[in-house]
């Protein structure tokens, strides 16, 4: 891995996590969209598109890739880029796999060092009203900030207070990059609002922030999730998160509502292979156990609340959240219109 003189460009080889590529960038307060968590690995996030804290401000993962060299199926290397294969460039920017990629040379950004962020905790008798203030809330925010929730059971991990360890909670989670004054004023409101079980943001480093999640996700758990696209949150796809959010058996299963838009939402729908730019959020429903085999009853939670928000989703859905056993319909509504041009290419 190597950031080019000038900080330009970030060349990233295969097998990278997140946390790698922070760890090089952000010596110099430099950043690429990347994801929620450090142990993500660079190629799969990049090619489904990726989206992370960083996204709303500066686009998709593969909206900062500059180029990439390919191994393709007949044994060439060839690099894919605006100017050089651009068909093929354009279908790895969120397209899946055309190839494997030997080398990702990616646009970083500036967001400096330090960012404020963090979860304020509310306790799951307050989502109503606290949804409610959320949808107003972020009606009107600048792409600098996103706020993903987070409906779980609070873990046992050292930054939840323990009297909230173990209990059900609905997690907002803001994230500013930019002026820290400016940031104070835009969240007073949202961390006033309730009052919280408790409120952790603080302005941070943004590496811990990256990674302040990982615990949540550990390797070597089962895991079985579902996902769409929504628009903006309707009355009853709040009533539907409600009822089934927290009617799950493992403490460890959770439901993320990414928040997308901004800078995502500015680039034309069809200008690469990504999804997803006139989605409002993203909705992640993880079943998850520690230990086990591959079945777990909340694989079934998992199902049935997939299937309450299909009515107020869009119909489509991010291609990394995608599971094994879908269908060849729902692999076409990941890709929406783009998907005859991938095939061809």
Sequence with gaps: MALEPGGGSVRVEPGALWGDVDAVTQKHGLAVPGGIVTHTGVAGLTLGG???????????????????????????????????????????????????????CFRPHSPGTHVLAGPILFRAEQARETLAFYRVFISAAPDELSVY??????????????????????????????????????????????????????????????????????????????????????????????????????PASYTLLFHLGGAIASRPEGSSAASGRDAAHAININAAWPTGGPYHPDIEWCRGYFAAMEPHATGGV?????????????????????????ARI
């Design 50 to 104: 990726g989206f992370g804290w960083l996204s709303r401000r500066w686009g998709l993962t593969s909206d900062s890739l500059l180029s990439a060299r390919l191994l393709l199926a007949d044994g060439s290397l060839v690099k894919a880029s605006e100017d050089e294969n651009p068909e093929l460039f354009w279908a790895v920017q969120g397209g899946g796999n055309f190839g494997i990629v030997t080398e990702f």
């Design 149 to 250: 929730l987070n409906l779980r059971t609070a873990p046992a991990v050292d930054w939840v207070p323990e009297h909230l360890r173990g209990t059900d909670v609905l997690l907002v989670i803001p994230f500013f990059v930019g002026d820290r004054r400016v940031g104070e004023d835009l969240l007073r409101p949202l961390r006033e609002f309730g009052p919280p079980a408790a409120d952790l943001v603080r302005y941070k480093p943004y590496i811990e922030h990256q990674g302040m999640f990982d615990a949540g996700v550990p390797h070597h758990w089962g895991y079985y999730w579902k996902s769409h696209y929504l628009p903006p949150l309707t009355d009853a796809a709040v009533e539907a998160l409600l009822e089934h959010s927290w009617a799950k058996a493992s």
């Design 318 to 342: 991010y291609v990394n959240f995608l599971h094994n056993d879908e269908g060849e319909a729902r692999i076409r509504a990941a890709y929406g219109a783009r998907y005859d041009r991938l």
